[in-house]
C-alpha cells in the first residue's frame, strides 16, 4: 500500500469519530492483512479480487473498513457474530486466506514499551502504533468456501415472502409448511409492530 500508517489511522479516525486502541488494532490487522494478501491497491484495481470477514461489531471493525474499502454495502465485508477481535481476509476467487486475532497478552506487554504511562488505555495506544505484528497478532491461513449467494454483485434472485409480502434477496428466504417465508415470518422477527393502543398512549 502506498499510504503510511498514520495516514490510515487518520482518516479511520475521522469515519468512526474518535481515536481509540481498537482503531489503531484495526487499521494494523487490515494492513497486515492486505499485506500477506498482496493487496496494493484495495479501493482501485484489487477492489474486486478479496474479501473481509470481522468478528466484532467494535471499533477495530470501522478501521478495517475504511482502509480495506470493504463493507457491507458492497457484500465485501461480511459480519460474523463472534465477539472477538478478529478478521479474516481472503482471495476471490477461492476463498483462501488468513484469519488475524488479536493477542490478548498484548494489553501486557504494552508495559515493556511505555511503563511511565499509569492508565491502561493510553499505554495501549501508545505502544500499539509501534509493537511488532507479532506480539499484537496471531495469524492463521485458512480456508472460506464463500456461499455463491454470499459473494459481491448483483443478486441471484429475489423472492416474495408468501406470508408478510415483503422481498427476500440473496437466497435468504426460508421454505417451512410448503411456503416461501421471509426469515422474521419463518422464525420470528426482531421487532414488533406498535399497536394502536400504544400509539394513543404515548400521545396522551
Not at 484495481?45 to 457491507?72: H, N, P, W
Not at 488468513?98 to 508495559?111: L, M, N
Not at 495469524?139 to 422481498?167: F, M, N, S, T, W
Not at 409492530?193 to 400504544?198: D, F
Request: glycine residues 8%.
Amino acid at each position: 500500500m502506498n499510504r503510511s500508517f498514520d495516514e490510515l489511522l487518520d482518516e479511520s479516525v475521522r469515519i468512526h469519530g474518535h481515536l481509540c486502541a481498537g482503531q489503531v488494532l484495526g487499521v494494523r490487522m487490515a494492513m497486515l492483512g492486505l499485506r500477506l494478501l498482496g493487496i496494493d491497491d484495495p479501493r482501485g484495481a484489487d477492489r474486486k479480487s478479496f474479501m473481509v470477514y470481522a468478528e466484532i461489531d467494535r471499533c477495530a471493525t470501522d478501521a478495517i473498513q475504511s482502509v480495506t474499502g470493504c463493507s457491507l454495502g458492497k457484500r465485501s465485508l461480511k459480519w460474523m457474530d463472534f465477539g472477538i477481535m478478529a478478521a479474516t481476509f481472503i482471495k476471490l476467487p477461492g476463498g483462501r486466506g488468513y484469519r488475524i486475532v488479536a493477542r490478548e497478552e498484548s494489553r501486557e506487554t504494552s508495559k515493556n514499551y511505555f511503563p511511565e504511562i499509569e492508565n491502561k488505555y493510553k499505554r495501549q495506544l501508545a505502544a500499539y502504533r509501534i509493537m511488532s505484528d507479532e506480539e499484537l497478532f496471531s495469524v492463521q491461513e485458512v480456508q472460506v468456501d464463500v456461499p455463491q449467494c454470499d459473494l459481491p454483485g448483483r443478486p441471484i434472485k429475489r423472492v416474495r415472502c408468501e406470508l408478510c409480502g415483503d422481498y427476500v434477496q440473496d437466497c435468504r428466504e426460508v421454505e417451512k409448511d410448503g411456503r416461501i417465508l421471509c426469515r422474521a415470518c419463518a422464525y420470528g422477527a426482531y421487532y414488533r409492530p406498535v399497536s394502536g393502543a400504544e400509539k394513543e398512549e404515548e400521545n396522551r
